[in-house]
């Protein structure tokens, strides 16, 4: 396979990935969550139709408390889950 093809096939596979970024199911429940960073902000509790609870902050941590968000807003690869609405949690 000459070298042109290849990073065509690389570029067209990793564009794949990105776009078919998957919405987090009821499996995911218990997952870290992650902000656009990659640094742990919270955990997923559970995930109802078109809503999602999270909990914001650490067992460990104080004041962490639980949160709504819309599912469209976290994103997972099937290894992360990302919230990627951030900005509007410290707005709660």
């Given amino acids: 396979m000459s070298r ?3 990073v065509a096939a690389l570029l067209l596979t990793a564009g ?3 776009a078919n970024a998957a ?3 009821r499996a995911d429940g218990g997952s870290f969550v992650r902000d ?14 078109d809503q999602a609870t999270v909990m914001i902050g650490m067992f460990n941590t104080p004041g962490s408390h639980l ?3 819309p599912v469209r807003t976290l994103a997972t690869d099937g290894t992360r889950i990302v919230l990627n609405d951030t900005p509007s949690l410290a707005a709660r």
């Fill in 67 to 69: 949160v709504t968000v």
């Fill in 16 to 18: 794949a990935i990105s």
């Fill in 23 to 25: 919405t987090p199911t």
């Fill in 36 to 49: 656009g960073q990659g640094r742990i902000i919270g955990a997923l509790w559970s995930v109802n139709d």
């Fill in 4 to 6: 042109i093809a290849l």
